[in-house]
């Protein structure tokens, strides 16, 4: 898989914000879709947000109103507002070419741990 470079994260407390961004390096043409999963420790693995070339973005129920994705070319950017104990999981950037649940990925980023806790 090709690589994303993640920046961001780290430790926040309850009703706190932090962003996460994530760049692809040295690929031409536009990533169709981009996004983040998550997975805390004991659950499964869940897509958290994601964005299309065009536009389109998705939000899991949980984080609805709190984060939001915006991205230019391929760059993708998490802005993750008040911020709950919950939201503890280690984050991963994805990219794919052709799949917006970003499942089939061929960009991947090497995750980012963020931690909510006071």
């Known amino acids: 898989q090709e690589q994303l470079v993640e920046s961001g994260g780290g430790l926040a407390q309850p009703g706190g914000s932090l962003e996460l961004s994530c760049a692809a390096s040295?690929?031409?043409?536009?990533?169709?879709?981009m996004g983040w999963f998550r997975q805390a420790p004991g659950k499964q693995r869940e897509l958290v947000a994601a964005?299309?070339?065009?536009?389109v973005t998705y939000l899991h129920d949980s984080v609805k109103g709190r984060f939001s994705i915006s991205r230019d070319k391929n760059s993708v950017h998490l802005q993750m507002n008040s911020l709950k104990p919950e939201d503890t999981a280690l984050y991963s950037c994805?990219?794919?070419?052709?799949?917006?649940?970003?499942?089939?990925?061929?960009?991947w980023g090497q995750g980012t741990q963020v931690t909510v806790s006071s």
């Open positions: 040295g690929v031409s043409f536009n990533i169709y879709a």
């Open positions: 964005i299309t070339s065009g536009g």
């Open positions: 994805r990219g794919s070419d052709y799949d917006h649940r970003l499942i089939e990925s061929q960009y």
